[in-house]
């Protein structure tokens, strides 16, 4: 009988890898669509590093090996002159995170190859090299100009060689030790294999699960070092209760900045704080109020007692040095839920001065140049630039380099002349540009895509505004299908982004690509609750997921429904994380979509929370705890409308995933099958919640293929087989 039961389940589809002799499939030349096996032709470009004397750019390179089922890592340089770009790491190894040092001598890098200790390797530029190399003498952190030491945190060490000494748990492995104050003991050490839990925090996405301490609650506060270059010797500067944060050196050497505790407390009195307040229920005069965890420091780059900077409220980042050493500037946010700004402020003390003014967005990475200007890069809603403040804090920022596409990673060189960035835009993957400081003379260096590029049409976007509930402003962008031709109609399909606080942008996605490979439109919208506005637009949804950041997505939908050329018959949805709970809710209060896929589903809160890693979001988001507010999950959740749904769904789901857990996708298929909507659920081995970004190439492309296809079939009446090519 219970035979007879399990084989009358429906079923649930398993990914498997598919065997190797299906590697390295044969591509049509171009130009044509996009095919799935493209995106292992994919190359990514990242982390670019200027040599000081800017004849030189280093830069991680991502391929997919599609055979091995990996992606790889390398360290190539490329000359700002012009000239092919070089690999200046093994193949046998993966190798990221370039950096120069000072003096120009080494390109630093990261990587776990064997031989050596810890991950920081090096290869020798002022004499003949051979292999990379690691150079105890050469410390790693902040330098002044001159290059002559380094300053970096560490934790004051400790004697841990006799802990394990007798201790009957040891071999165990380590989720199924008892924690020290567990209650229960195994009856057999060595036959024990479970996972033994006692602490709050026992599982991390893309980790797993995370063991127990095995001793009492301890503190080990990070303290200020200091290494002369050419000294293995390091010197350690503090000895306090509390820890050192982000410290920066002087470019004249006098002086190290950093960030600590606003009253210089324990690290043991902040965090033990900081627990007993998480367990009280939410109240909104205390956990709304302004508060000031974290201020300034500096002190002399020998040592001595710190000097507060400046009383300054809300938390501070990003610290860079004035050139003549006698300002600093830093990213300070007054509070979570505000923007945050550029500051400045005297080394000998005073008012920070907000650089930025009432602008709507916000700064990221600061970059103090020996010339004098400081300049930074900014998201500016979907696409991004990097700017010029003007210290004097009268003016808006000056964009220097933007347009149509994002830009990240700005790095330049020791005159502050010379910049080097990656860019992206619809239709171009990765490549590596550099430009003048001022943003003039921009030039291409890398051709890395050139060949898939040649082969495929890539898909452009229309972008579009358009006005909301309560006259919000909403940025959105209509992707056309390939082969597009005027006077037909095609099917549409909206993606949903995940956060709720990212952001869709003016950057290659295979995503969007691979669905109008299929001939359908693509709509994308930053609703909000979106990043890339001002903390006034992404905090707008707190406490209102799913109210009127639906009627944005809705709104867009209307708009683009009305087109002649979208067939609003064939309308499609699809999102994950925030936008996989968004899908979900949207198939509870419409029947308009024909087809949806939900990734990495949240369907009912309550669950969410027991069972994910980051329960702080919804603690922030949702006014507290379930049982603070429970009225609030309960209606946010949309299993407690699943009745009403109608319209068939995909769900597509990670194994491993610890921030939206599998059991809300279980619900949500059991619930569908039990009433007769058509549903199907996908689930990935190896993967957690970054398989779309992150996992097995194999997995991903699956992943790819099998929304195509849902797609294809529901909107297009296009079979399995002929839909993912």
Same mark, same amino acid.
């Given at each position: 009988?219970?035979?007879?039961?399990?084989?009358?389940?429906?079923?649930?589809?398993?990914?498997?890898?598919?065997?190797?002799?299906?590697?390295?499939?044969?591509?049509?030349?171009?130009?044509?669509?996009?095919?799935?096996? &493209?995106?292992?032709?994919?190359? #990514?470009?990242?982390?670019?590093?200027?040599?000081?004397?800017?004849?030189?750019?280093?830069m991680t390179v991502t391929k997919a090996v599609e055979a091995e089922n990996k992606r790889h890592?390398?360290?190539?340089?490329? /000359?700002?002159?012009?000239?092919?770009?070089?690999?200046?790491?093994?193949?046998?190894?993966?190798?990221?995170?370039?950096?120069?040092?000072?003096?120009?001598?080494?390109?630093?890098?990261?990587?776990?190859?064997?031989?050596?200790?810890?991950?920081?390797?090096?290869?020798?530029?002022?004499?003949?090299?051979?292999?990379?190399?690691?150079?105890?003498? @050469?410390?790693?952190?902040?330098?002044?100009?001159?290059?002559?030491?380094?300053?970096?945190?560490?934790?004051?060490?400790?004697?841990?060689?006799?802990?394990?000494?007798?201790?009957?748990?040891?071999?165990?492995?380590?989720? *199924?030790?008892?924690?020290?104050? *567990?209650?229960?003991?195994?009856?057999?050490?060595?036959?024990?294999?479970?996972?033994?839990?006692?602490?709050?925090?026992?599982?991390?996405?893309?980790?797993?699960?995370?063991?127990?301490?095995?001793?009492?609650?301890?503190?080990?506060?990070?303290?200020?070092?200091? +290494?002369?270059?050419?000294?293995?010797?390091?010197?350690?500067?503090?000895? $306090?209760?509390?820890?050192?944060?982000?410290?920066?050196?002087?470019?004249?050497?006098?002086?190290?900045?950093?960030?600590?505790?606003?009253?210089?407390?324990? !690290?043991?009195?902040?965090?033990?704080?900081?627990?007993?307040?998480?367990?009280?229920?939410?109240?909104?005069?205390?956990?709304? *109020?302004?508060?000031?965890?974290?201020?300034?420091?500096?002190?002399?780059?020998?040592?001595?007692?710190?000097?507060?900077?400046?009383?300054?409220?809300?938390?501070?980042?990003?610290?860079?040095?004035?050139?003549?050493?006698?300002?600093?500037?830093?990213?300070?946010?007054?509070?979570?839920?505000?923007?945050?700004?550029?500051?400045?402020?005297?080394?000998?003390?005073?008012? =920070?001065?907000?650089?930025?003014?009432?602008?709507?967005?916000?700064?990221?990475?600061? /970059?103090?140049?020996?010339?004098?200007?400081?300049?930074?890069?900014?998201?500016?809603?979907?696409?991004?630039?990097?700017?010029?403040?003007?210290?004097?804090?009268?003016?808006?920022?000056?964009?220097?380099?933007?347009?149509?596409? +994002?830009?990240?990673?700005?790095?330049?060189?020791?005159?502050?002349?010379?910049?080097?960035?990656?860019?992206?835009?619809?239709?171009?993957?990765?490549?590596?540009?550099?430009?003048?400081? !001022?943003?003039?003379?921009?030039?291409?260096?890398?051709?890395?895509?050139?060949?898939?590029?040649?082969?495929?049409?890539?898909?452009?976007?229309?972008?579009?505004?358009?006005?909301?509930?309560?006259?919000?402003?909403?940025?959105?962008?209509?992707?056309?299908?390939?082969?597009?031709?005027?006077?037909?109609?095609?099917?549409?399909?909206?993606?949903?982004?995940?956060?709720?606080?990212?952001?869709?942008?003016?950057?290659?996605?295979?995503?969007? +690509? #691979?669905?109008?490979?299929?001939?359908?439109?693509?709509?994308?919208? #930053?609703?909000?609750?979106?990043?890339?506005?001002?903390?006034?637009?992404?905090?707008?949804?707190?406490?209102?997921?799913?109210?009127?950041?639906?009627?944005?997505?809705?709104?867009?939908? &209307?708009?683009?429904?009305?087109?002649?050329?979208?067939?609003?018959?064939?309308?499609?949805?699809?999102?994950?994380?925030?936008?996989?709970?968004?899908? $979900?809710?949207?198939?509870?209060?419409?029947?308009?979509?024909?087809?949806?896929?939900?990734?990495?589903?949240?369907?009912?809160?309550?669950?969410?929370?027991?069972?994910?890693?980051?329960?702080?979001?919804?603690?922030?988001?949702?006014?507290?705890?379930?049982?603070? /507010?429970?009225?609030?999950?309960?209606?946010?959740?949309?299993?407690? @409308?699943?009745?009403?749904?109608?319209?068939?769904?995909?769900?597509?789901?990670?194994?491993?995933?610890?921030?939206?857990?599998m059991g809300s996708a279980e619900i949500w298929f059991m619930s569908l099958k039990k009433q007769?909507?058509?549903?199907?659920?996908?689930?990935? =081995?190896?993967?957690?919640?970054?398989?779309?970004?992150?996992?097995?190439?194999?997995?991903?492309?699956?992943?790819?293929?099998?929304?195509?296809?849902?797609?294809?079939?529901?909107?297009?009446?296009?079979?399995?087989? $002929?839909?993912?090519?």
């Amino acid at each position: 009988m219970l035979a007879a039961v399990l084989l009358a389940l429906p079923s649930v589809v398993v990914a498997q890898q598919p065997p190797a002799s299906q590697a390295a499939t044969k591509l049509p030349k171009g130009p044509r669509a996009m095919m799935l096996a &493209d995106w292992y032709r994919v190359v #990514n470009v990242s982390s670019p590093s200027v040599s000081p004397d800017g004849k030189r750019v280093a830069m991680t390179v991502t391929k997919a090996v599609e055979a091995e089922n990996k992606r790889h890592n390398e360290i190539w340089v490329v /000359n700002t002159a012009g000239g092919e770009p070089q690999r200046w790491t093994s193949p046998s190894t993966e190798s990221s995170n370039p950096r120069w040092s000072p003096d120009g001598k080494y390109l630093f890098f990261t990587s776990p190859r064997a031989g050596g200790q810890g991950s920081t390797w090096a290869i020798r530029l002022d004499q003949p090299s051979g292999e990379a190399i690691q150079i105890g003498t @050469y410390p790693n952190g902040s330098m002044p100009l001159d290059g002559a030491f380094a300053v970096f945190t560490e934790p004051a060490r400790r004697d841990t060689a006799t802990r394990n000494a007798t201790n009957p748990f040891a071999r165990m492995q380590p989720m *199924a030790k008892p924690t020290f104050d *567990a209650i229960t003991r195994p009856a057999e050490p060595s036959r024990f294999d479970g996972r033994h839990v006692t602490d709050m925090s026992y599982k991390v996405n893309g980790v797993g699960f995370v063991p127990g301490r095995a001793e009492a609650r301890s503190w080990r506060p990070a303290q200020l070092w200091r +290494q002369t270059v050419g000294d293995t010797a390091k010197q350690q500067l503090t000895t $306090t209760l509390y820890s050192h944060r982000s410290p920066e050196v002087s470019p004249d050497g006098k002086w190290i900045a950093f960030i600590a505790d606003a009253r210089l407390r324990p !690290d043991s009195v902040m965090d033990l704080e900081r627990d007993s307040l998480a367990k009280l229920p939410y109240n909104k005069a205390r956990d709304e *109020a302004d508060r000031n965890d974290t201020d300034l420091y500096v002190m002399a780059s020998t040592g001595g007692t710190p000097r507060k900077v400046s009383e300054w409220m809300g938390a501070e980042s990003d610290i860079t040095w004035s050139p003549d050493s006698k300002q600093l500037a830093f990213v300070g946010r007054p509070s979570r839920i505000k923007s945050a700004r550029i500051y400045v402020v005297d080394l000998a003390g005073g008012t =920070p001065r907000n650089l930025l003014g009432d602008w709507q967005f916000e700064p990221g990475s600061l /970059n103090w140049l020996t010339t004098g200007n400081l300049q930074f890069a900014a998201d500016i809603g979907g696409r991004s630039a990097i700017l010029r403040a003007d210290l004097t804090g009268k003016s808006a920022p000056k964009e220097l380099v933007g347009g149509r596409r +994002q830009l990240r990673g700005a790095s330049y060189d020791a005159a502050g002349k010379m910049m080097a960035y990656t860019s992206t835009s619809m239709t171009k993957p990765t490549e590596l540009f550099v430009a003048s400081a !001022d943003g003039v003379g921009e030039r291409q260096l890398t051709h890395f895509n050139d060949d898939v590029n040649k082969d495929v049409v890539w898909s452009d976007a229309e972008r579009f505004t358009y006005k909301s509930v309560g006259n919000m402003e909403i940025e959105g962008w209509l992707m056309k299908p390939y082969g597009y031709t005027q006077g037909k109609k095609y099917p549409m399909v909206i993606y949903i982004h995940g956060g709720p606080h990212s952001a869709y942008g003016e950057g290659w996605f295979d995503e969007f +690509q #691979n669905l109008a490979a299929q001939g359908m439109f693509v709509l994308f919208t #930053n609703p909000r609750g979106s990043s890339g506005y001002g903390a006034d637009f992404t905090y707008s949804t707190r406490g209102r997921w799913g109210m009127e950041d639906y009627e944005d997505l809705m709104k867009s939908v &209307d708009i683009v429904a009305a087109r002649p050329d979208v067939d609003s018959t064939k309308m499609g949805a699809t999102g994950g994380s925030y936008g996989g709970f968004m899908t $979900t809710w949207l198939a509870t209060k419409t029947d308009r979509f024909k087809a949806i896929e939900t990734d990495r589903t949240i369907t009912d809160w309550t669950y969410w929370y027991g069972s994910s890693d980051a329960q702080g979001l919804t603690e922030f988001e949702f006014y507290g705890k379930p049982w603070d /507010n429970q009225a609030l999950y309960d209606t946010l959740s949309p299993i407690r @409308y699943v009745q009403k749904v109608k319209t068939p769904m995909l769900l597509v789901q990670s194994e491993e995933d610890h921030r939206t857990p599998m059991g809300s996708a279980e619900i949500w298929f059991m619930s569908l099958k039990k009433q007769g909507v058509p549903v199907e659920m996908v689930r990935y =081995p190896r993967s957690n919640h970054d398989l779309s970004r992150t996992g097995e190439p194999w997995l991903l492309v699956d992943r790819l293929g099998r929304i195509r296809q849902w797609f294809a079939f529901w909107l297009q009446g296009v079979k399995a087989g $002929t839909a993912a090519n």
